[in-house]
């Protein structure tokens, strides 16, 4: 298709609409880009700007061109692609919501651009032979990204010397993929071009190709009380994370803070209060009391004196429960739903050893402080194969302190409860979770609050 766009004589190439920038028609931002102002959120076009100039040199040189874009047909799919949104009554309301707005709002669905003006990407070509017309463009990201997600198991074949049938057997549904159950996973300004370009391009294909199963999408993640934003670091990223804290504390806040069923809010304080009491007072006292207790009354090994007698029972009831409902939420791939459960799971270990008092039943039956030691030597192990999805590696910690590689899924949980014998020997851990001091949180709420203006 043919159409105007900025051409940056200077720069000798055309602009795409963020590379220029200028004056705000709407607030007066001197640095607002030709497709949004930042300051004010508005849409933009280029022309729009005021004193537009190229964001790459400054050059104000600029002028008006006609230049040919691919772009991909969709708009003649929209019955097809509603078919198929509406075949999908188990996915996300967020999801089909994103997809049902872009197929039906205004006009309906639009064909899209796939080629940009950009120095970086996958260049425009027929096969290997130059395009005419398409000379130093490259193709969209989202029209490109997506196929590469069937390209890599090319790769992956190739890398390991297999024949073209074994990826195939993933992605062609004339090869085998039927049997394949394919999940994407997604933040919701991504879910338009997986709901809607990359299956276009797939059923606009009409060859045999796999097209996704469930699609899980989620809100944003908002950072005390704004937006994260990586020009003005306002907000604590990847890197310096891992930096301050190690990486199951911001797992574990993550997950069980997912913005599921709205957008959620980081804040420092709520992150100190989960992180102290989830992780620290709930999990790490847990594995804490028990290992050292035992240790210091019977030894670095389970104890074997005594029966379990109905406390024991009624607490392996309770976890069984428990574990056929996270298991439940898990596979509903309910994020936060399974945080909470798990976190009910390392709560009733706690309650159960509160109510117990090994350390005062130990004074007058010693025998039966063992057996209720032995259990919990064995909800150590049970909470590490549970809790590996959420915190993996305090997980194989705990794994290691009960010198155990026995991480199998409880299918039945009162067997899995006996896994470690009378005997086995084990180690107390480190400390596995330190608490978030108060000084901590405000020197961290302090360094990452953003440049203020
Ligand atoms: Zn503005």
Known sequence: MSESQVYS????????????????????????????????????????????????????????????????????????????????????????????????????????????????????????????????????????????????????????????????????????????????????DNVPFHTLSFPATILGSGEPWKLVDYIKSFNYLNYDGGQFSTSQGRGVFMDQALDILPPDYWRWWLLSHAPESSDSEFTWENFQTSVNKDL????????????????????????????????????????????????????????????????????????????????????????KAAAQIRLALNLVRLYAVLSAPFVPDAAADMLAAMQTEDDSWPDDVPAALEVLKPGHAFTVPEVAFAKITDEQREDWQERFSGVRE
């Open 9 to 188: 004589n200077t720069d000798g190439r055309f602009l795409p609409d963020r590379y220029i920038e200028g004056t705000c028609p709407n607030c007066g931002y001197d640095k607002a880009r030709g497709d949004q102002c930042e300051n004010c959120t508005k849409q933009l076009d280029p022309t729009d700007l005021i004193e537009p100039r190229s964001a790459i040199s400054g050059s104000t040189d600029l002028e008006v061109r006609e230049t040919k874009h691919l772009y991909l047909m969709q708009a003649g799919m929209r019955g097809q692609l509603n078919d198929w949104i509406d075949s999908k009554d188990n996915w996300p309301i967020l999801t089909t919501s994103i997809a049902r707005k872009w197929l039906n709002d205004g006009d309906g669905l639009q064909d899209r651009g796939i080629t940009r003006d950009l120095d970086w990407g996958i260049p425009v070509k027929r096969g290997d032979q130059d395009w005419p017309g398409m000379e130093g463009k490259v193709f969209y990201v989202w029209f490109d990204a997506p196929i590469e997600y069937i390209a890599c198991a090319g790769e992956w074949a190739e890398a390991h010397g297999l024949d073209d049938a074994a990826w195939q057997r993933w992605w062609r549904t004339d090869m085998g993929a039927d049997d394949v159950r394919y999940t994407q996973f997604m933040g919701k």
């Open 280 to 367: 620290a007072d709930v999990l790490g006292n847990f594995v804490s009391r028990v290992t050292k207790f035992c240790r210091s009354k019977f030894g670095e090994a389970v104890p074997e004196a005594g029966e379990f007698g109905p406390d024991e029972q009624a607490l392996i009831e309770s976890v069984t429960t428990r574990v056929r409902a996270y298991e439940a939420h898990m596979e509903a791939m309910e994020v936060r739903k399974s945080a909470a459960e798990l976190r009910g799971i390392w709560v009733a270990g706690n309650e159960y050893l509160q109510s117990v008092a090994p350390w005062t039943t130990f004074k007058t039956d010693p025998d």
